[in-house]
T-cell receptor, first 114, second 111 residues
Framework: DTGVSQDPRHKITKRGQNVTFRCDPI?????LYWYRQTLGQGPEFLTY????????KSRLLSDRFSAERPKGSFSTLEIQRTEQGDSAMYLC????????????FGPGTRLTVT | GESVGLHLPTLSVQEGDNSIINCAYS??????FIWYKQESGKGPQFIID?????DKRQGQRVTVLLNKTVKHLSLQIAATQPGDSAVYFC??????????FGKGTMLLVSP
């Protein structure tokens, strides 16, 4: 199956530590998105890439959050100096705008900050 | 223990009933809308979409209705099955082809 994959699926970390999550989009998709989802809420948009260019990052939650997509394929989302409020599900999605606006989501990475 | 934030509107139906899930969106300039289904522990899964130049679109067992006058979307599921139990989100294209999601509705289907 060539769906969106995310790694790890679960991450438990102590407050103050840095964490990095990886997303592998569907291979022919040039758009890649990161969302955060807290319990009982819909996904909240964070940032997105068109190939390797990060076209929108003003919605990243703080300067502790950063994302990269160095070769226009996989992407990483890093959170520095984690706080308990960062505990959430981090979702990645990809799309091919030449086909449709539909975004295909991965299974997410569940982050717990203790 | 209790999960903080789990105050989703809930729709409970019997298997075989038709279900209607409603959503109000915020941006009158949005030109594209999607319904997603999310099962516990999984990412959202596409159900059906509709562009703003349409009022209705049908898929397999699902229909989406769009009322731009009152900024309202609905998802109709025919002959609801236990496998339809999940949280349903509407999302609108809010610019740059990014999506703004609504709060979600939990659908519970009893056999």
């Amino acid at each position: 199956d060539t769906g969106v994959s995310q790694d790890p699926r679960h991450k438990i970390t102590k407050r103050g530590q840095n964490v990095t999550f990886r997303c592998d989009p569907i291979s022919e998709h040039n758009r890649l998105y990161w969302y955060r989802q807290t319990l009982g809420q819909g996904p909240e948009f964070l940032t997105y890439f068109q190939n390797e260019a990060q076209l929108e990052k003003s919605r990243l939650l703080s300067d502790r959050f950063s994302a990269e997509r160095p070769k226009g394929s996989f992407s990483t989302l890093e959170i520095q100096r984690t706080e308990q409020g960062d505990s959430a599900m981090y979702l990645c999605a990809s799309s091919d705008l030449s086909v449709s606006y539909e975004q295909y989501f991965g299974p997410g990475t569940r982050l717990t900050v203790t | 223990g209790e999960s903080v934030g789990l105050h989703l509107p809930t729709l409970s139906v019997q298997e075989g009933d038709n279900s209607i899930i409603n959503c109000a969106y915020s941006n009158s300039a949005s030109d594209y809308f999607i319904w997603y289904k999310q099962e516990s522990g999984k990412g959202p899964q596409f159900i059906i979409d509709i562009r703003s130049n349409m009022d209705k679109r049908q898929g397999q067992r699902v229909t989406v209705l769009l009322n731009k006058t009152v900024k309202h979307l609905s998802l109709q599921i025919a002959a609801t099955q236990p496998g339809d139990s999940a949280v349903y989100f509407c999302a609108e294209n809010s610019g740059y082809s990014t999506l703004t999601f609504g709060k979600g509705t939990m659908l519970l289907v009893s056999p």
